[in-house]
């Protein structure tokens, strides 16, 4: 063979002769066409674009939506209760049911075709109850897919949250949902806080973003709200079709399935539209709405996600409708996470009055987040500071996902990179009183120093003193010492007493000062405990 055809036939690889790199460019070959996204994304009556949304009763029913090239009497869904085998193996006679599509909406694309979403509901089923699942047309199946129902009750469950995926999302997206979704592959929610997409009718986008998740979608609930890039002239035309939300909002009809509601396992998801700040209308109706809901809460946990943040991180973006409105309603109703978007950044925070020590508040966690990979950089936190809250964590050029973990009495939040590696996280306990405090992850750097408090800096021989600290686990065993801040440097100091957490981890103690503490001697408390060792401010000896 000729070199030129000893190149081809090695698949086109590159030739290094005397140190140069030969390619099929070097012999005149032209590089390969792009293939034309009208092809990539163009349907078929083979299902794709499989996506779970939850119902108003996540724990008997459940819809699913495709896109599929079928008509409405045939498009339609089988279910089953998972089986321990298929192919070969015959679900048993009545096993499966076959459930009809409830609705077809055929949307018109910018690639010069339409593409058709069809929506089954699932309903009757068993709480906490596994299905397997399949769409098409009685002749073109999806693959089967299984999901679970939501318990009736509040049992621990896992969910994931993305700030913007909008840009890069046929090449820089896709790790970061499959890395999530190897880290909770049992995750039964993905709250989406706006800008899935940047152009809100591109069908080639939507495609996109389809094809970063692949199968996760169909068996993990999506709970997602539109940013200002699900906007152009109005609504994006995919939203309803592929989203079909429960409409159980504020009853406005441009609010239908972009305001709604979902109640799982002991949590209220509230999913707000803040592409409506200049709107009065909207706005007051939303607000009204929001207030019913936390008022009249039945869940021990409360999580609110929209896209244009209460506290911006960027630049010099500013949302003081969103904040005025909806930000005294958080607080006073004790919301435990607002998730959003926007910033494309990082950033976590809360009302600075609700600081309590050094790694813990007991106020409202908010966060601003971003998935894909187009960044802004930060603004200093000056929106933050400047309405009285405060930035705890922030980060930028960054690409992020979030875990969070729901327990009876805790919440567990943390922020990874695309490449798996921590960022940021944080611990939420609240007791049946409601009462809650929000505590740093612990490190080696903030389980030491000066972190508890006292009632007095300066006190008589043999007054009282009361010491408070926080970010212990609940019912930890505490050892409480008066160290003399010079005789007894590097040491414990005088033995006062035991104390145990509560089940918040805070501990207040209150004790008498020893014989040793004589005038004119300055002292701390020393606290210590398997988690932490911590001082107090000085406390000086004045008669």
């Known amino acids: ?65 495709w896109r599929a090239e079928a008509t409405t009497e045939w498009a339609q869904a089988q279910i089953l209760a998972a089986p321990k085998a298929l192919g070969s193996v015959t679900p048993a006679t009545g096993a499966v049911r076959t459930v009809p599509a409830s609705s077809s909406t055929s949307v018109n694309t910018s690639l010069g075709y339409a593409s058709t979403y069809h929506t089954v509901e699932f309903t009757g089923l068993s709480p906490d109850t596994r299905y397997t699942y399949r769409v098409g047309d009685g002749t073109n199946w999806s693959e089967w897919a299984d999901f679970t ?126 592409n409506h700040q200049s709107n009065s209308t909207l706005m007051a109706a939303q607000t009204a709405w929001l207030e019913g809901l936390l008022r009249d809460n039945p869940n021990k946990w409360t999580v609110v996600t929209f896209h244009h943040p209460v506290y911006s991180t960027t630049g010099t973006r500013n949302n003081p409708n969103v904040r005025d409105q909806w930000g005294p309603l958080f607080e006073k109703y004790g919301v435990d996470l607002v998730l959003q978007g926007h910033d494309h950044s990082y950033g976590r925070g809360n009302v600075a009055a609700k600081r309590q020590s050094t790694t813990v508040h007991n106020g409202v966690a908010y966060v601003v987040s971003v998935s894909g990979g187009k960044m802004y950089a930060l603004n200093n936190g000056e929106n933050w500071t400047g309405n009285g809250a405060e930035v705890v964590s922030k980060g930028q050029n960054i690409q992020l996902y979030q ?108 004790f008498e000062l020893p014989p040793t503490a004589k005038k004119n001697s300055t002292h701390v408390v020393y606290l210590t405990s398997d988690n932490q060792k911590i001082t107090s401010p000085v406390v000086t000896v004045t008669k």
Do not use: C
């Open 1 to 65: 063979m000729s070199r030129r055809t000893r190149i081809v036939a090695a698949g086109g690889a590159a030739l290094l002769v005397g140190g140069f790199a030969l390619t099929p460019a070097a012999f005149g070959d032209a590089a390969p066409a792009k293939y034309p996204a009208a092809e990539v994304h163009r349907p078929s009556p083979m299902p794709d674009r499989v996506v779970l949304t939850p119902t108003t009763t996540p724990a008997t029913s459940q819809k699913v939506t």
């Open 149 to 274: 129902t939501a318990d009736s009750s509040l049992d621990p469950f896992s969910f994931i949250y993305y700030g913007d995926a909008q840009n890069y999302l046929d090449s820089a997206v896709p790790r970061v949902f499959r890395q999530a979704f190897a880290d909770r592959p049992e995750a039964k929610m993905i709250v989406n806080a706006g800008d899935l997409i940047d152009s809100a009718n591109s069908e080639e986008q939507w495609g996109q973003w389809f094809k970063a998740g692949g199968f996760i979608d169909s068996q993990v609930n999506n709970i997602s709200v539109p940013g200002n890039h699900e906007y152009s002239g109005g609504l994006s035309s995919f939203w309803r079709p592929q989203f079909p939300y429960p409409d159980n909002g504020p009853g406005n009809p441009e609010l239908k399935q972009t305001a709604y509601q979902v109640d799982y396992q002991g949590v209220r998801f509230i999913g707000l539209d803040t």
């Open 403 to 510: 875990l969070i973990d729901v327990q009876a009495d805790q919440i567990r939040f943390e922020a990874r990179y695309a490449n798996g590696e921590h960022h940021d996280g944080f611990l939420i306990r609240k007791n049946a009183a409601g009462e809650r405090t929000v505590n740093e992850l612990r490190t080696p750097e903030n389980t030491v120093s000066e972190q508890a408090t006292v009632n007095r800096t300066t006190v008589e021989t043999k007054g009282r003193v009361k010491v408070s600290a926080y970010g212990y686990d609940p019912g930890e065993k505490v050892t409480v010492y008066l160290r003399n801040t010079k005789a007894e440097q590097g040491r414990n100091g005088v033995f006062i007493g035991y104390q145990t957490a509560d089940e918040l981890g805070r501990l207040s103690y209150s």
